[in-house]
């Protein structure tokens, strides 16, 4: 164990020097008014934030009905995650949502949306240095009445990660129910914390990595992190979704499907007063999935755990795209 907490040390120091060397050019936030916020290295963009909100015809409407967040390639050239078109339109980069959100009788569906929305409404907070870039945007999530159900304050916090990660994502939204109790339901198909590989991907080559050596993604509870690994024209990328020890527990993952969506799901009540906080990282590579051992210290520095690699085993994806 000792050892083990040596090498988890020294993987933190070289992260930290991974970060330090790439901030050789600056992170800096560029903003693109009432459409999307780039984040970037030098001139290269690392994520984009989409938060336009367009209601002059209903495919626009339809197209801007909730801001996500685009990953984009090493190079910066053009986003490995789906935006509105292709199959399920409403899976977007890294988005967040429930099929089922109760409030005063009536049940709302904030997954494939409809007539509900979740509005930008404006940032709260924009700071970038040589480290990490981060911004908090205020979103309103609008029944088809016109009610805000949900006050979301989501920030997402961007930098640099070690080789053969190249970048790392933290997403918290801080979920107020200004209208009375709020409760979050539907199953880990179509609600919580998702990622979404574009929609051109292989759905052949779709596989995942659990921390786990006999993985029961539909009953098992509580992974402190799933990964994927999809083929996207002649390039792999792999994604590791990570579940914050503070979040409810009884979280399970959906990560079988062969078009790539997955992600962390949670249900249950959110009362005025008492908002709700949910926290996830993403690590995102060019290439194969990263080891454990990286993993794992990542794991470690944003959980605030010491825990030791897992054996992990990797699973093609078995279902096809056969659920929205």
Not at 66 to 86: C, M, Q, S, W
Not at 142 to 167: C, D, K, M, N, W
Not at 201 to 229: A, C, H, M
Request: with cysteine.
């Amino acid at each position: 164990m000792k050892n083990y907490r040596l090498a988890t040390i020294l993987l933190a120091l070289l992260l930290a020097a991974g970060r330090t060397a790439a901030a050789a050019e600056e992170l800096n936030l560029k903003e693109e008014p009432g459409q999307h916020l780039d984040v970037r290295l030098g001139d290269r963009v690392l994520v984009r934030y989409m938060r336009a909100f367009d209601t002059s015809t209903p495919e626009r409407r339809a197209e801007t009905n909730k801001p996500y967040l685009h990953v984009f390639d090493p190079e910066g050239r053009a986003p490995i995650t789906n935006g509105p078109g292709g199959l399920y339109p409403h899976h977007r980069g890294i988005f967040i949502g429930w099929t089922r959100i109760g409030c005063g009788g009536k049940t709302y569906n904030f997954w494939g949306m409809g007539d509900s929305a979740q509005i930008h409404q404006k940032f709260l907070q924009l700071e970038a240095d040589a480290n990490r870039a981060s911004f908090t945007s205020l979103v309103r999530w609008e029944s088809r009445t016109g009610e805000t159900i949900l006050l979301e304050e989501r920030t997402q916090t961007v930098f640099p990660a070690l080789s053969p990660a190249y970048l790392a994502i933290d997403f918290t939204s801080r979920l107020a129910a200004p209208s009375g109790e709020v409760t979050l339901d539907g199953d880990p198909e179509h609600g919580g914390v998702q990622y979404r590989p574009a929609d051109a991907i292989d759905r052949k080559q779709t596989l995942y990595v659990f921390p786990v050596e006999n993985p029961q993604p539909t009953s098992d509870l509580d992974y402190p992190w799933v990964g994927e690994t999809y083929l996207l024209g002649e390039a792999r990328y792999s994604v590791v979704a990570m579940n914050h020890p503070s979040n409810p527990k009884g979280t399970r993952f959906s990560a079988y499907r062969d078009y790539g969506r997955f992600g962390g799901f949670v249900r249950g009540p959110i009362k005025p007063g008492a908002p709700l906080t949910l926290r996830y990282r993403f690590l995102i590579a060019a290439g194969p999935m990263p080891p454990a051992s990286l993993i794992q210290a990542s794991y470690n520095q944003f959980a605030g755990t010491n825990s030791p690699p897992p054996k992990t085993a990797v699973r093609w994806s078995d279902q096809p795209a056969a659920k929205k």
